[in-house]
C-alpha cells in the first residue's frame, strides 16, 4: 500500500515537472515564433491624425526589424472608441497592436457602458510622444488671443462655436467652455480633419487639434493660433502662450500617443516591440519626426511608464467629468 502511495506521488510529481517542462517550451516557442505573420498597427481615426502620423512613420522601420509585413488600417469613428474596442477583443499575441491617444482611452468613461476598460483590457507596450492640444480660431472672427476671444464670445452670446470630433473632443471643449464662463455650442465632426476644415470655413470657430494635423493652415493664414493646453509653453511652440497663463488658471489637457496591446499578451512580446519602438522614436530621424510636428519626447519609454500615465489620466478625468457635468452616454 505505501509502495502503491510512493508510485502516485512520483508519478505526479513527474506529471508536474512534464506539465511545467511543456509550458516553458510553449512560452519559448512563441516568443520565437512572434512575429508569424504580418502585423497590424489599428489607427483608430481618420488619415491625417498624429496617430495616424505616427502609424505610417513606424510601419516600414518596424516591418525591417521584426521580418514581417507591418500593415495600417484607418478605423475611424465614435472618437476612437471603435477602433480601440477592435483591438481590445483581439486575439492577445502581437499581431494587433492600437497606436493610442489619450482621447481615445479616456472615452469609455463617457459611457454608461463602456466599450472597454483602459486599464484592464490593455498591455501598454510604449508612450512614444506627447503634445498639448493647440487651440486654433477661424480666420474669419477677429480675434487674436484668448483674451479677444472671450470678449468676443460674451459680446455674441450664442453664436461661437468648438467644432469637436466627438467623445473626448467634447469634454476637451467643455473644460474650455466651463473655464471661460462661456456659453460656447459644440458641433460635432467625424475626424480631426474635417473639424478642421470647418473651422478654416468658418462653420465653426475653435477646434483643440494636435499641431501636426493643422500646419498647413496655420502657416497659409486660415488658422491662428492662440493657446496650448499645457502648463508650460510647448518647446516647439515657444511663442505660443499656454491657457493658463492666459487667465484659465491650471487648465491642463496632455495627450499622450502610444501603443497598446490586447490584455493577455505575452511580456516577451511586449518587450520585444517596446524595443524595437523604441529604437525609433529614440533614434535621431524619430526625434525630429517628433518635435517637427509640435510634439514632445516622452522621458522614459517603458511600458511601465506608460501604464502609469494611462491610471493617471483615468483618476484625473473621472473627477473633471463630474466638474464639467458630462452627461454620459
Known amino acids: 500500500m505505501t509502495l502503491s502511495r510512493s508510485w502516485k506521488r ?5 506529471a508536474c515537472v ?15 515564433a512572434f512575429p508569424a505573420r504580418p502585423v497590424q498597427l489599428l489607427v483608430p481615426f481618420p488619415p491625417g491624425a498624429s496617430t495616424d502620423l505616427l502609424a505610417r512613420f513606424l510601419a516600414p522601420k518596424l516591418s525591417a526589424a521584426l521580418g514581417q509585413p507591418v500593415v495600417v488600417e484607418n ?34 468613461l463617457l459611457q454608461k457602458n463602456p466599450a472597454f476598460d483602459t486599464v484592464k483590457d490593455f498591455a501598454p507596450v510604449i508612450a512614444a510622444f506627447q503634445h498639448p492640444f493647440l487651440m486654433v480660431s477661424s480666420a474669419t472672427i477677429p480675434v ?17 462655436n468648438a467644432a469637436s470630433l466627438g467623445g473626448f473632443s467634447d469634454v476637451i471643449s467643455m473644460m474650455f467652455r466651463h473655464a471661460a464662463g462661456l456659453h460656447l455650442q459644440i458641433v460635432p465632426y467625424r475626424g480631426g ?24 493652415q496655420i502657416q497659409g493664414g486660415q488658422l491662428r493660433m492662440m493657446a496650448v493646453t499645457s502648463l508650460r509653453r510647448s ?39 517596446n524595443r524595437e519602438i523604441a529604437a525609433i522614436v529614440s ?16 522621458p ?30
Open 300 to 329: 522614459d519609454y517603458s511600458p511601465d511608464h506608460y501604464a502609469e500615465l494611462l491610471k493617471a489620466a483615468d483618476t484625473k478625468y473621472r473627477r473633471v467629468i463630474d466638474e464639467i457635468g458630462f452627461v454620459k452616454q
Open 144 to 160: 487674436h488671443n484668448i483674451a479677444e476671444l472671450i470678449q468676443y464670445a460674451k459680446a455674441n452670446p450664442g453664436k461661437l
Open 75 to 108: 478605423r475611424g469613428g465614435a472618437g476612437g472608441l471603435i477602433g480601440a474596442g477592435v483591438v481590445a477583443k483581439a486575439a492577445p499575441d502581437g499581431h494587433t497592436l492600437l497606436v493610442a491617444s489619450s482621447t481615445t482611452m479616456q472615452s469609455p
Open 235 to 273: 518647446p516647439t511652440l515657444p511663442d505660443v502662450p499656454t491657457l493658463a497663463e492666459s487667465g484659465l488658471k491650471d487648465f491642463e489637457i496632455i495627450n499622450v500617443v502610444g501603443i497598446l496591446a490586447p490584455a493577455g499578451t505575452p511580456q516577451p512580446i511586449v518587450q520585444r516591440l
Open 18 to 32: 512534464a506539465a511545467l517542462m511543456t509550458g516553458t517550451f510553449s512560452a519559448a516557442l512563441a516568443q520565437e
Open 10 to 14: 512520483a508519478a505526479g510529481m513527474l
Open 283 to 298: 533614434s535621431p530621424e524619430g526625434r525630429k519626426f517628433i518635435t517637427d510636428r509640435g510634439n514632445d519626447t516622452i
Open 193 to 216: 480633419a474635417e473639424a478642421m476644415m470647418g473651422v478654416v470655413r468658418g462653420d465653426a470657430h475653435i477646434v483643440f487639434n494636435p499641431y501636426s494635423a493643422m500646419q498647413p
